[in-house]
């Protein structure tokens, strides 16, 4: 349900449903709605807005969703990589479990460098480039 939900607000033109057009759009029940609704915003893959003077919100993709994602994604890997190197220093950089980790680590944080390069590029080439209508 959440792949559908997101897949209807990315090709909907108005860009935001509501709970109930989205039931109505995927023939799916208000509680199967909410609940995919609220996971794909605790992932900041859908965001929720209110309108004045009503109760209704709508749903919507939020811009360059993408991005965020991954931007959220490089703060991660930095915190794993963190981790994984005070397990190193717990179970002694000598051992084969701190071997593991300390090679763990490496593996984040070369991920970690990389994925900033990646999305440093990605800023570049959206400044050259206008994707939105």
Request: some cysteine.
């Amino acid at each position: 349900m959440p792949a559908r939900i997101f897949a209807a607000l990315l090709t909907a033109d108005s860009s935001r449903l509501t709970a109930t057009e989205l039931a109505g759009l995927l023939q799916a029940s208000p509680a199967a709605v909410s609940g995919a609704v609220r996971y794909l915003v605790q992932l900041g893959m859908v965001s929720r807005e209110g309108e004045p003077g009503s109760r209704r919100h709508h749903y919507r993709v939020p811009d360059d969703v993408w991005n965020e994602l991954l931007v959220h994604r490089d703060r991660l890997l930095q915190r794993w990589a963190d981790v994984l190197r005070e397990g190193i220093d717990v179970l002694g950089a000598g051992t084969p479990a701190g071997a593991r980790m300390a090679e763990s680590a490496e593996y984040f944080d070369f991920m970690y460098a990389e994925l900033s390069d990646l999305l440093a590029r990605w800023r570049q080439r959206r400044a050259l480039i206008d994707c939105r209508p």
